[in-house]
């Protein structure tokens, strides 16, 4: 047989791939685990946020009527309770910055006299902003008790002197009104939102992850192995066989997580599955370009974990593009996670399936085809460059 035939025999890579998997175990190990465990474990901590009810306290110091209506309708509200009352400005605020409570509400002296001159009664409200759930939640609630109170209190000084009473005065200071359908709790707003691409995030990384650990553990075992030239097709056939375990990994989440956590996966599992899939075999190129530099297996986690949060980053789907600096903007459009994130919006959230992802799916082609341009001249730069090398060697001149 052919030197260069040897290449293209799929048992050959495939099945040294897979017995060598078995003998070391650890790419085995990861290849298994990690598309089950890194999931699960990112449900398990967002599901802990998932508190209905967040906490305020209040320092009252005007002691009116107006404030007091104000305090019972901030209980009442299904986002927001009031936990006690604070004495002093400080010890609301520390209240706050302690975690004690997530909102801080403060009466001025003067709330309810300026209501009455008809002018505007100043509320300050304290939120703890770090976490997105209890901003939106407590902010939420804040909002809407206002809008009620101002309502009613225009129905007092404003309708009711002219004889606009009853029903008809609420629809003069208010008329129009619309019906809120929450389909999920408020505060499970963001981890539904971010969970897909934290998802999309683990296989995309794992097809690019476990192909450089696994030929960079398998140079450092075998010195035989770490001299071959390895072509293009070589790594494809090893990454064929983890591919099989990112498929199984994807029917785990898909299928079993994102309904036992309640996550957003549109009507079936296999529409993003699909879009998935075909992400991580677009991505095959870029992982055996980096898995040629690999020489240990520590290389891999160097190379692909540092850049984890950069690829999370750029995806557009927590920070839009538009945002970003102006030199960034075009760098983002090379990752494959960006279009997959773009996807996933639609298949989750609208509605979408897989073939309504024509855009999506061709910018994944599109950088298939730029990414595989790009490994083999990465692969190949000993072969490409032995040309220059000697015709280098023969027009030096001689010392």
Request: aromatic residues 14%; positive net charge.
């Amino acid at each position: 047989m052919k030197p260069w035939v040897e290449h293209f025999c799929f048992w050959r890579s495939f099945g040294d791939e897979a017995k060598f998997a078995t003998i070391a175990f650890i790419p085995l190990f990861i290849s298994i685990v990690l598309p089950i465990a890194y999931p699960l474990f990112m449900s398990l901590t967002y599901a802990n946020q998932s508190v209905v009810e967040r906490t305020a306290v209040v320092l009252d110091a005007d002691n009116s009527a107006h404030s007091r209506d104000m305090m019972l309708s901030i209980d009442a509200t299904q986002g927001l309770s009031i936990k006690r009352r604070v004495d002093t400005l400080e010890e609301g605020i520390q209240a706050v910055m302690s975690r004690e409570a997530d909102a801080f509400v403060f009466f001025p002296d003067d709330f309810s006299a300026k209501i009455k001159r008809l002018e505007r009664g100043d509320m300050k409200v304290y939120v703890y902003a770090t976490n997105m759930m209890i901003y939106a939640a407590t902010l939420t609630a804040l909002q809407e008790t206002v809008l009620h109170k101002n309502v009613s209190i225009a129905v007092e000084q404003i309708a009711n002197p002219k004889g606009v009473t009853g029903d008809k005065a609420y629809n003069t200071i208010d008329p129009i009104q619309y019906d809120k359908h929450i389909l999920f709790s408020p505060t499970l707003a963001y981890s539904t939102y971010i969970t897909p691409i934290l998802f999309c995030l683990v296989f995309h990384q794992m097809g690019l992850l476990i192909l450089g650990f696994s030929v960079g553990f398998h140079r450092e075992r075998d010195k035989s192995f770490a001299q071959k030239n390895l072509w293009l097709v070589d790594y494809f056939w090893r990454y064929l066989f983890y591919a099989l375990f990112i498929g199984l990994g994807t029917a785990f989440v898909y299928v079993y997580l994102c309904p036992l956590f309640a996550w957003h996966r549109g009507d079936t599992p296999i529409e993003i599955m699909k879009l998935i899939w075909v992400m991580v075999a677009c991505n095959f190129p870029l992982a055996a370009a980096l898995a040629s530099f690999c020489r240990t297996r520590y290389t891999a986690f160097q190379l692909i974990l540092g850049t984890t949060l950069i690829f999370f980053t750029l995806s557009g789907y927590v920070w839009p593009h538009y945002a970003m600096p102006p030199w960034i903007q075009p760098a983002t459009q090379f990752l494959a996670i960006d279009p997959v994130a773009q996807g996933i919006i639609k298949i989750a959230f609208k509605g979408a399936t897989f073939a309504d992802c024509n855009r999506e799916v061709a910018h994944l082609i599109r950088l298939f085809v730029i990414y595989t341009a790009l490994s083999l001249v990465v692969i190949h730069r000993r072969q490409i460059a032995r040309p220059f090398t000697r015709a280098w060697h023969k027009i030096r001149p001689a010392k």
